[in-house]
């Protein structure tokens, strides 16, 4: 499948095998999300620091860069535990 992309919360990775079942994505795939979404974040704060940003837009870069982080933390457990 491709990347879909909604402005509201960031990309969304969908991986689907040809069978249709979703496949996990993979530790350097989930390290590029976390970066992408840390770099965003930062570039946004910039804007809030000049006051050109939206506070409600910095809470939902926040909130996505929270659960890239979140979902790259859990893998590395998952596969140090596996």
Request: proline share 6%; hydrophobic share 35%.
């Given at each position: 499948?491709?990347?879909?992309?909604?402005?509201?919360?960031?990309?969304?990775?969908?991986h689907?095998?040809a069978?249709?079942?979703?496949?996990?994505p993979?530790?350097g795939e989930l390290?590029?999300?976390?970066?992408?979404?840390?770099r965003?974040?930062?570039?946004?704060?910039r804007?809030?620091?000049?006051?050109?940003?939206?506070?409600?837009?910095?809470r939902?870069?926040?909130?996505?860069?929270?659960?890239a982080?979140?979902?790259?933390?859990?893998?590395?457990?998952?596969?140090?535990?596996?």
């Open positions: 499948m491709t990347q879909t992309s909604n402005p509201a919360s960031g990309p969304r990775p969908t689907a095998s069978s249709g079942a979703a496949r996990t993979s530790i390290e590029a999300l976390a970066t992408h979404a840390d965003r974040l930062a570039l946004y704060r804007r809030i620091y000049l006051g050109r940003g939206e506070p409600r837009s910095l939902e870069l926040e909130r996505i860069a929270a659960g982080t979140a979902r790259l933390q859990r893998a590395r457990h998952d596969m140090r535990t596996a």
